[in-house]
């Protein structure tokens, strides 16, 4: 539709098309990642997605993702009979959850052996101490010797997405008791990165100080009244998630997943 973009389930006009992409466009430029700890980075992904935000590019300011999220949230509530409120609590839980993959003894080596790389390649002391649980370390996409060190280092750093969805799967299941939210939750943190992600997951083995940072990390979330009980700190490689993610004939189940991974997405960016 001209007026409305494509349309999900409704037949649209046959003459018009979208319009084409201008080719030769610039390719964005990112300012280089800062290391933060896993508690930090959620913090600011809850204040994006709470309040509202100066976009630079367009030169206006952005209404809360959180406003953004309301009117189709309500929506969803009602026609799937959901208490009020349901759509955020779901995005807040998974906001504090979908990063867990990275409490991992060996995704927080790598971090901590990238930040003495980095240290030497900068000539600045840019080590982190043990107890220090990354979220994001420093990388600089546009250094070519940073990025020939990622690409050494690459096979070092174990995947996190699909191990976060495994750690978190059950849990969700517990706080919302619905398959439909729980299942689009857990295909939001499984392809919060990629939405190609199949689901099958490597071995996993949080980090002992990890295994206490959950509950901060709902607090960071503002996710209120929910027990820390039933995510899983070890397991084995498997593909428990894959029978957890959404199945797209089910309307809920899709509608559900694709608002909420545009909001975790954005929020996580």
């Not at 927080?108 to 052996?113: D, E, I, K, L, V």
Request: hydrophobic content about 40%; some cysteine; aromatic content about 8%.
């Amino acid at each position: 539709s001209s007026e409305t973009g494509f349309r999900l389930g409704v037949c649209g006009d046959p003459t018009w098309t979208s319009p084409r992409r201008t080719p030769g466009k610039k390719r964005e430029v990112f300012p280089p990642y800062r290391r933060e700890t896993l508690v930090e980075h959620i913090r600011r992904m809850t204040r994006v997605y709470d309040y509202p935000f100066y976009d630079w590019t367009k030169q206006k300011e952005r209404r809360s993702l959180a406003d953004e999220l309301a009117f189709a949230g309500r929506g969803l509530e009602q026609r799937c009979g959901w208490p009020s409120g349901t759509m955020d609590r779901l995005v807040r839980s998974i906001i504090a959850a979908h990063d867990l993959g990275k409490l991992d003894v060996r995704w927080q080596g790598w971090a901590h052996r990238w930040q003495e790389k980095v240290s030497k390649m900068r000539d600045e002391d840019m080590t982190i101490p043990d107890s220090y649980l990354a979220g994001h370390t420093d990388y600089d996409g546009d250094n070519e010797a940073e990025k020939a060190a990622n690409r050494a280092m690459r096979h070092m750093r174990p995947n996190h997405a699909a191990e976060s969805a495994r750690a978190a799967a059950n849990w969700l299941m517990d706080q919302f008791q619905d398959q439909v939210l729980a299942r689009a939750a857990v295909t939001a943190i499984v392809r919060h990165h990629n939405a190609g992600t199949h689901g099958e997951h490597g071995v996993f083995k949080a980090d002992a100080a990890g295994l206490a940072l959950f509950p901060e990390l709902l607090r960071e979330a503002r996710v209120e009244d929910v027990t820390p009980g039933g995510v899983v700190w070890s397991f084995t490689a498997g593909a428990e998630v894959v029978n957890r993610l959404i199945r797209p004939g089910y309307d809920e189940e899709l509608l559900v997943y694709l608002l909420i991974v545009r909001v975790l997405r954005l929020a996580d960016q």
